[in-house]
């Protein structure tokens, strides 16, 4: 029997107090950050307790940004400047940008990701985003007393790599250290599972605002294990009104109308759609800038009618994710209903339809993703004192190849792989002496690369001159825990390590972002700095942190030198960490963490080892 | 996108078998399998390193990939088939000079005939039938793989299984991308 620790008053007895962690639903609509407090996840609402921020972004002139409702109330007088639904051109470029032409933006011409012409300068989506991001930031920061340690963000399942990086990149830019990015689907699964202790295979359908997911989960002693998923990541609550707005135009024989009057009608179909949800017919009045009047009555059966095929390219993915998971209807315990448009009677009518039992609604579709991501965060963040509660395995949502000769596509990884995942291919030199080599990343099912999303391109230098066709060049896809994609080469028959370039299609590259990093900063150099030293600081405390208990807890997987050599350099970082030196500190700390190399693979492979010898003696008592 | 750090995942030279604690064999239970690897999941997942320094980060996102890896060859029927034969020094795959039987390969022909008709009909109901046909079919071969591999060890034979098992299972992907055809 172990002695109770006492306390003297005010000291706490706990190690470390509760590290602040948050769960953030970035949405195409509505963006929510929440918590966990008292083991309960809760959604922090801004000061007026209201619990949603609208995810619309408002550039003035200068330096002034508006976020949320502000900005909303401005989104029909100053269309141009107020970007509303910017999730929708993360990592895409203008030709990906549904109906660009009713779009009220001005949008620059450049390759690669979409960038808009405010008021305020170029703004690429991914600034835009980070503008949310920072305003989440500082409401659970306010709320919750203190800096955030990290953040799960939620993507779509079906995001791609860009979209993801791009998500990331956003993060990055608010000033977030993101702890996971994590499936919308999953999230909710994560909510619903643990709410209703739920076992058995589920179905997850996200209709968001931008975006569709459908998941496979099989739930299983405390295991969310992602089976398949499909996806439409440019179908949502915004396609539906847009089709509203279409037939208004056209039944109120309107010639064309200007940005800002597009913008009244989108609003106002988004009301008519919502109070369809719970009446028969809905009303749709709009004073245009031309002073003509709109006023019409949107009747549930037409607008049945007009989205039909939107409610139909919901099902083409829920049968697609159904037969890569192996499974048929019948096999399928329950549909959890996810995202705002989930709401809208024809969908619901659909989905039971189709999977012929009633969805489950009990849980607020609204709410629920950003719920799942707090109690994700908080384990990821060492809360959770038992932290073996629960494990995602998710998957990679579309396949990862290369191109080969005549614009073919070569599958490296498949699609619903679990992640983390890796493949290699092999490839050659066909010139003798050939010492540079470039290809092309693309993600998709299709064969064709025009078809498929561009990633992109490599170029690979340093290999050893040799007779074409000797050098073997290892190309190694690794796809991490985020679903984010890293690529390694390596010359196999030298053992030469050959450098990559990287130049992303429709993502930024690291001195952009490095450079958008600056310009947040550029009236508050000091800030800029207190920032990079308390992020080296959280990062080498934690660092510190891990190895002091990985030394205390398995002490005899270290040679008496090794451990004196790490000792020294942990209290390098020690006094490092005292100090203001943000470059020391990051020094100190990769010092350490190549020098804990060996020992940190013993671990894992010695946590292995105890965990199938657990498995035996089970065997044996069974 | 970024540039990985370590590729060095072939570090372990343990088999996919062994890594789970299986004595290398084509017939396992699916059920151990399954507890295995997610025990083994629990313990090297990285959202169980979300905290930890780089080193055991790295240590984890390598780990977590292997035992993914080896899940998903020996959870496969056709994959397991195919890497117990490696093991043995065969190259299921490769080996295209044996030519199939000439009974196998006209049958397989007739299949597909049947698949072509039935997505140019529309007709989802043939295509269901194709499938439950083909999972007989399949369950047949892979009957006789374990016999072949396990109790005769003839990899001779097991290899000419597999083969067949693989034409099979580009039949299953060709009735799925029908399926997606007539469903538009």
Redesign the interface.
């Known amino acids: 029997m172990a002695l109770l620790q006492i306390s003297e008053p005010g000291q706490s007895a706990v190690p470390h107090q509760q590290r602040l962690a948050v769960g953030i639903d970035l949405g195409t609509t509505n963006s929510l950050v929440a918590t966990v407090r008292s083991g309960v996840a809760t959604i922090l609402p801004d000061e007026q307790g209201r619990p949603l921020l609208p995810s619309i972004v408002r550039y003035l002139p200068g330096v002034k940004v508006e976020v949320g409702y502000a900005a909303q109330a401005h989104q029909s007088d100053d269309p141009r400047n107020t970007v509303v639904s910017v999730k929708r051109f993360m990592g895409r470029g203008r030709k990906d940008v549904a109906y660009i032409e009713n779009s009220p933006y001005d949008f620059v011409d450049t390759p690669g990701m979409v960038q808009l012409c405010t008021a305020a300068g170029v703004k690429s989506p991914v600034e835009i985003s980070a503008e949310i991001l920072k305003v989440l930031r500082v409401r659970a920061e306010a709320s919750l007393g203190g800096d955030l340690a ?1 953040a799960v963000i939620t993507v779509p399942a079906y995001f791609d ?2 979209q993801r ?1 791009a998500t990331k990149d956003a993060a990055t830019l608010a000033g977030i250290n993101v ?2 990015l994590l499936n919308e689907p999953t999230a909710a699964a994560i909510a619903y599972g643990l709410e209703n202790a739920t076992e058995g295979v589920y179905a997850v359908f996200d209709l968001g605002g931008g975006t569709f997911d459908i998941s496979i989960l099989k739930l299983s ?1 405390g ?1 969310f294990e992602v089976l398949a998923t499909n996806g439409d990541s440019a179908l949502g609550g915004d396609d539906f009104d847009h089709r509203v707005v279409c037939w208004a135009l056209e039944e109120a024989r309107l010639p064309p109308v200007q940005p800002r009057d597009i913008r009244l009608l989108h609003i106002k179909a988004r009301e008519a759609k919502e109070a369809l949800t719970t009446h028969g017919e809905a009303p749709l009045t709009a004073r245009l800038s031309t002073g003509e009047f709109v006023d019409l009555t949107l009747t549930t059966e037409a607008f049945c009618r007009i989205s039909q095929h939107l409610v139909q390219k919901t099902l ?1 993915p829920t ?2 994710a159904l ?1 890569d998971a192996g499974l048929e209807v019948g096999d399928i315990k329950g549909v959890v209903m996810v995202g705002g448009a989930s709401r809208m009677p024809q969908i619901q009518r659909a989905v039971s339809e189709f999977f012929r039992r009633d969805p489950l609604n009990n849980l607020d579709p609204d709410k629920v993703v950003a719920l799942g991501a707090a109690m ?1 965060a908080n ?4 809360n959770q004192p038992t ?2 509660d629960w ?3 998710d998957v990679i949502p579309l396949s990862l190849g290369v191109e080969t000769m005549g614009g073919l596509v070569e599958r490296i990884i498949p699609r619903n ?6 493949r ?1 291919q092999e490839f050659t030199t066909f010139k003798d002496g050939q010492s540079a080599m470039s290809f092309h ?1 693309v993600q998709g099912e299709r064969e064709l690369v025009s078809d498929c999303r561009s ?2 391109r490599f170029e690979l230098r340093g290999i050893p001159p040799m007779a074409a066709g000797a050098a073997r060049v ?1 190309v ?1 896809f ?1 796809v ?2 985020d679903g ?5 080469a ?1 010359e196999k028959s030298t053992g030469a390590e050959a450098s ?1 370039a ?1 130049k ?1 299609s429709y ?1 930024l590259g690291d001195a952009e972002i490095e450079r958008m990093l600056r310009d947040s900063y550029e009236h508050a150099r000091d800030d800029m700095q207190a920032r990079a030293l308390h992020e080296s600081r959280v990062d080498g405390e ?2 510190a ?3 002091r208990s ?1 030394l205390g807890s398995d002490p005899g997987l270290v040679s008496a030198a090794e451990r004196a050599e790490i000792e020294r350099l942990l209290a390098a970082l020690r006094a490092n960490l005292a100090g203001t030196d943000h470059r020391a500190i990051r020094q100190a ?1 990769d010092a ?3 020098a ?2 060996e ?3 013993r ?2 492979d010695a ?2 080892r ?3 010898a ?3 003696i089970a ?1 044996l008592d069974a | ?7 060095s ?1 072939h570090r372990r030279m343990q088999n996919h078998f062994e890594l ?2 299986f004595e290398p064999a084509y017939a396992l239970d699916p059920e ?1 399998l399954e ?2 690897y ?11 390193f ?7 980060r ?4 390598q ?3 292997r035992v ?2 080896a ?2 060859t020996l959870r496969n029927p056709l994959l397991r088939a195919r890497y117990l034969l490696e093991l043995n020094g065969v190259q299921a795959a490769l080996e295209t000079n044996t030519s199939m039987p000439p009974g196998f390969l006209m049958l397989q022909m007739e299949q597909r005939e049947g698949l072509e008709l039935a997505a140019a009909e529309r007709d989802a109901g043939a295509l269901h039938r194709m499938r439950a046909a083909l999972r007989i079919e399949k369950r047949g071969l892979e009957d006789a793989l374990a016999e072949q591999l396990d109790a005769r060890r003839d990899y001779g034979a097991a290899a000419e299984l597999v083969r067949k098992l693989m034409f099979l299972e580009k039949l299953d992907a060709e009735i ?1 991308a029908a ?2 055809t007539i ?2």
Do not use: C
């Open positions: 990290g790599d860009a990086q702890l996971r002693r295991v083409g049968r697609k037969r994700q384990v990821l963040a060492g932290a073996g494990l995602l395995l792989s679990t992640i983390p995942t890796a290699a990343a990633l992109a290892l190694t690794q991490d825990a984010l994609l890293a690529v390694t390596q990559i990287v992303p993502g934690r660092l942190d891990a190895v990985a700390a350490l963490n190549r804990t190399e020992f940190a693979a671990r894992m946590s292995v105890r965990a199938l657990g498995r035996n065997n | 996108m970024a540039e990985a750090r370590d590729g995942l789970f604690g151990r507890r295995t997610r025990d083994i999941q629990a313990k090297v997942h990285p959202d169980r979300a905290r930890a320094g780089d080193a055991e790295r240590a984890s996102m780990w977590t990939t993914n890896e899940y998903r799925d399926f997606e469903e538009g």
